[in-house]
């Protein structure tokens, strides 16, 4: 059978089948320099929610305890994995010898100006920059990106542009998002704040993660039609 008929087959099941947020979306032609982001908090949420990963569907993680809300659209990028590459580039930043990969996909935040009644959406996202953040030995970079057109934040090519206070905000809301008043030392570290160039140098390796981790995307409709018995 040709690539033709991968192509038919590949068709047909998006007609069929919902595309896992994960691993059935793509992160989008142009990426990293443009990416798809699934979104799942926005900054209305009082409850964080996540991505189930085994289902594709969003699930109630926690209540958020505290008083801090997420200060921008928060979610992931598709096809991304957060592991050795990622966490080699946090050690070579950072110092830190022991640190690992989460084993999530890659965290993004996204600039807009314009509320979203609910998560579990995807929209088309600018990387600018990023925080370096280290939660417990474990690299957990946050992107950050400008939703694409935004009329307010569609114009910011690079993390030096964006309102201080905003950067400043997101700092604050993931250095203390988990922390009780009564922990002392902090388990979350912010090692770096880092520009456009540094952020598209971290989502290339996590999408080289991923594709150590789970394979070629390109590969599994052609290797779903040899398990039918295609060939």
């Not at 084993?103 to 579990?120: F, K, N, Q, S, Y």
């Not at 700092?171 to 979350?188: A, C, G, I, M, N």
């Amino acid at each position: 059978m040709s690539e033709d008929d991968d192509k038919a087959l590949h068709n047909l099941l998006s007609l069929l089948f919902q595309a896992h947020p994960w691993h059935g979306v793509t992160p989008g032609e142009g990426a990293p320099g443009v990416v798809n982001a699934y979104i799942e908090i926005v900054p209305t949420d009082a409850v964080k929610y996540e991505l189930d990963k085994t289902s594709g569907h969003l699930k109630v993680d926690r209540p958020q305890r505290f008083s801090s809300f997420p200060p921008t659209l928060y979610g992931f990028i598709p096809q991304t994995f957060c592991g050795d590459r990622v966490a080699e580039l946090c050690r070579e930043r950072t110092g830190g010898a022991q640190i690992r990969g989460d084993g999530d996909p890659m965290d993004i935040c996204v600039l807009t100006e314009r509320p979203a009644a609910h998560a579990g959406f995807l929209v088309r996202a600018r990387p600018i920059g990023g925080l370096r953040m280290i939660d417990g030995r474990e690299a957990d970079d946050k992107i950050i990106a400008v939703l694409e057109k935004d009329v307010s934040y569609g114009h910011i090519n690079d993390l030096a542009e964006a309102p201080a206070g905003l950067v400043e905000r997101l700092q604050h809301y993931f250095l203390t998002y988990k922390q009780l008043p009564h922990e002392s030392p902090r388990r979350v570290e912010i090692a770096e704040v880092y520009d456009r160039a540094a952020a598209l140098e971290t989502i290339a390796r996590s999408f080289d993660d991923y594709r150590a981790r789970y394979g070629e995307p390109e590969t599994r409709v052609s290797s779903l039609r040899r398990l039918l018995g295609g060939e």
